[in-house]
Nanobody
Framework: QVQLVESGGGLVQPGGSLKLSCAAS?????MGWYRQAPGNQRELVAT??????RYADSVKGRFTISRDYAKNTVYLQMNSLEPEDTAVYYC?????????WGNGTLVTVSS
């Protein structure tokens, strides 16, 4: 079973930046971030493998996902944050066809 530990959420003003981190207990092929705003379904933010990076249209050009494969860690650099980015952000990975989720970290964008 893969353990995922997230950090980096918080309160930020519109236009500001935050960086999320997620450390996995073992190496996996794909890691990514999803988010869930109140009253909404969980949605993809970004995923990354060694060969491919994918972003939701709503975050392209503002968010950057990266990985440190030596540390089994994935990062999400979030710039130009908007109130619409307010959500709980969840780290995700898949290993042997099983989805694993972190506990989530709250990001609030508000003045």
């Amino acid at each position: 079973q893969v353990q995922l530990v997230e950090s980096g959420g918080g309160l930020v003003q519109p236009g500001g930046s935050l960086k999320l981190s997620c450390a996995a207990s073992e190496s996996t092929y794909i890691m990514g971030w999803y988010r869930q705003a109140p009253g909404n379904q969980r949605e993809l933010v970004a995923t990354k493998t060694r060969l491919n990076t994918r972003y939701a249209d709503s975050v392209k050009g503002r968010f950057t996902i990266s990985r440190d494969y030596a540390k089994n860690t994935v990062y999400l650099q979030m710039n130009s944050l908007e109130p619409e980015d307010t959500a709980v952000y969840y780290c995700n990975t898949i290993l042997r066809s099983i989805n694993y989720w972190g506990n989530g970290t709250l990001v609030t964008v508000s003045s």
